[in-house]
């Protein structure tokens, strides 16, 4: 029992985020045994299915380093492994090859940062790490240890390439759970370890975390209204919201730095909830994504249409968490985004420069957020959901089995509960910052009751989610009591379409939805348009029909990744010449890699010098020239 305590914990923080992970994964279960009928390597499936969801809950209950880094390493390797579980073209093996490569990059980060903080001593508990944290003399290098460890895993700009190539290639439910769920175990590992290891933090940290929330959630919804594959749309939500989320924790650590305790709650409460209402509206869309693939066969929305009156519990389901992504009043994601924005809006009285250019791009980067995010999920559920079949597979689909609908309406009352119960969901996040030592602001949120909710800021906002939704609910009813007293006539008639014989081409599509944004920011979407016209005997004025294709390459993955890869590639070809041909030179190419990290030991453990630096680097000189570079002829 002694060992078990060391080895696990289950303080309020812990348990917020293992009911997050229950609340996302039972839902799951029911979906995925619907979905398991139609997955061939079912023992392979369940098996890895079941590790992964255990492997998180044992990362947010680890008490030590050692356990923490293993549960992290299974919830990599099993979510790597659940991506594989239908392997049908090469682009499934390259997605899962990304995906393990920029999981692990992040792993050796957090490895660091446990091997600094324990001296070596990864059995070492949480709490006695604090006191070897605060005396190493780089703290700001164990942060960015943390964030590359954790921001990889939770898919924040620059490190979120690999989110739009794995998500659509796992199957459904586990798309559901990577985007709902283990993104968020990140978040949980930046909580536990800004607060039990490296706090206090500076200013300065807080703002490139919101800087970095502020980056992805704009980006994120760029790439996300120019897709037309419905589980790479998702993806790059999922991206948006965990920028979001940042901008939140950003805004927490900028006010505790200023001393500004009541603010600093209230923003990290605001990037909880948003934790938790990003969990239930993006399983549930990943979820309804996967339904419509299920019956249609197909990833590509162009071949969607008119979809609501053939699988009407997946449409209803989708567009309860549409309106909840799209922020619209008055559901949870509504609520969560008015508080991170009035957390923002509070900090007007701040007299700082840094702050005064970083927070008023935050407040332009989700208020451009939020209307794109609307957009895009009028063309998701616009072309998916309404109007004409585009194509056989849609006009002969049908709703899901009883376990995938199971599964969305368990969901979908996951939704409604945290706008429906915001007081209770928010009173114990509350307790967990009063677990890390911050005041109680429950009754200043609420000090009405649970009708309204009130802003902390000076000139602070007030909203009622109750009252909107009787507001929106009594309006809804007096309209349909009015139609039915007033006996208008129903007349039924083809749509107008301007002259023109209503058919599926005339429609709207998923690529001239969002082409306008396309076009207006084309130099970060670098598309490849693709136009081919089926000519009628070779006429070059006539053709049958047309289609028209634009694929767009993330601008980091052309600049940066693609730079990387071929530096990578020139460094190891050239140490391949060197280990085969040059004996001499690769012998001594390890000589001064081993003078590297003796140094570098050396600034670690004994502190910075300017003189010994300036020495050490005149030995590192001296010793490629003679041994590496050599006599030139």
């Not at 995010?373 to 009883?402: E, M, P, W």
Request: hydrophobic letters at 50%; a positive charge.
């Amino acid at each position: 029992m002694e060992i078990l305590i060391k080895m696990f914990q289950f303080d309020t923080l812990t348990l917020i985020f293992i009911a997050l992970i229950i609340l996302g994964a039972i839902p799951n279960i029911f979906y995925s045994f619907g979905y398991l009928s139609h997955i061939k390597r079912k023992i392979h499936y369940q098996l890895h299915y079941f590790s992964f969801i255990i492997s998180m809950i044992g990362v947010v209950s680890s008490a030590n380093g050692l356990v923490f880094l293993f549960f992290w390493e299974l919830m990599s390797l099993t979510s790597w492994q659940l991506i594989l579980t239908e392997v049908k073209d090469k682009s499934t093996i390259k997605a899962a090859k990304f995906y393990f490569i920029m999981t692990h990059f992040g792993f050796v980060f957090l490895l660091l940062f446990f091997l600094i903080i324990t001296n070596g001593s990864l059995e070492m508990e949480f709490s006695s790490m604090k006191i070897i944290a605060s005396h190493f003399e780089y703290p700001t290098l164990l942060f960015f240890f943390l964030i590359l460890g954790f921001l990889s895993k939770a898919g924040a700009v620059p490190l979120h390439v690999w989110l739009p190539y794995a998500h659509p290639q796992a199957p459904s439910p586990v798309s559901a759970l990577m985007s709902g769920v283990m993104l968020k175990i990140a978040i949980y590992g930046m909580f536990r370890f800004l607060f039990d290891v490296l706090y206090p933090w500076p200013l300065e940290w807080g703002i490139l975390i919101l800087t970095i929330g502020a980056l992805s959630s704009l980006i994120g919804v760029l790439y996300a209204l120019s897709e037309h594959d419905i589980k790479a749309l998702l993806a790059n939500h999922s991206i948006e919201n965990i920028g979001i989320i940042l901008i939140g924790f950003g805004m927490g650590m900028i006010f505790d730095s200023l001393h500004l305790q009541t603010l600093s709650t209230f923003a990290f409460i605001a990037a909880l909830f948003h934790t938790f209402n990003h969990m239930s509206f993006k399983s549930l869309l990943f979820m309804g994504a996967g339904s419509v693939l299920h019956q249609t066969h197909t990833k590509n929305m162009e071949k969607y249409g008119g979809l609501i009156k053939a699988m009407p519990i997946t449409a209803l389901t989708f567009l309860l968490a549409s309106i909840s992504i799209s922020a619209l009043p008055p559901s949870n994601g509504f609520l969560s985004e008015w508080m991170i924005f009035q957390s923002m809006l509070s900090s007007s009285h701040i007299d700082n420069i840094s702050l005064k250019l970083a927070i008023p791009f935050a407040i332009f980067a989700l208020a451009m957020t939020g209307g794109l995010a609307i957009a895009c999920f009028v063309k998701a559920y616009g072309i998916t959901f309404l109007g004409l079949h585009r194509s056989k597979n849609s006009q002969y689909a049908h709703d899901v089995n009883f376990m995938m609908k199971s599964g969305m309406i368990l969901m979908s009352l996951v939704v409604i509960s945290l706008m429906l119960f915001t007081p209770f969901y928010i009173k114990w996040f509350d307790k967990v910052f009063i677990g890390f030592g911050h005041i109680s602001i429950y009754n200043k949120i609420f000090p009405d009751g649970v009708l309204s909710m009130h802003s902390l800021g000076i000139n602070g906002g007030i909203v009622s989610p109750v009252i909107l939704l009787v507001a929106l609910i009594g309006v809804t009813l007096l309209l349909i009591f009015a139609y039915k007293i007033s006996n208008v006539k129903t007349r039924i008639h083809k749509s107008w379409a301007c002259g023109y014989e209503t058919s599926p081409k005339t429609q709207y599509t998923a690529t001239g939805f969002a082409g306008p944004i396309r076009r207006f920011f084309s130099w970060l979407y670098k598309p490849n348009e693709h136009f081919h016209k089926e000519l009628i005997y070779g006429h070059k004025t006539k053709f049958s029909s047309s289609t028209y294709e634009v694929h767009s390459k993330p601008l980091f993955e052309t600049t940066l990744y693609d730079s990387v890869a071929k530096t990578t590639n020139y460094i190891s070809y050239w140490v391949y010449r060197l280990g085969h041909f040059e004996q001499t030179r690769y012998a001594a190419m390890i000589f001064n890699i081993m003078l590297t990290v003796l140094f570098s030991y050396r600034a670690f453990a004994y502190g910075f010098s300017w003189a010994t630096l300036v020495l050490e680097f005149f030995v590192m000189i001296i010793s490629i020239k003679v041994l590496i570079i050599g006599d030139k002829k």
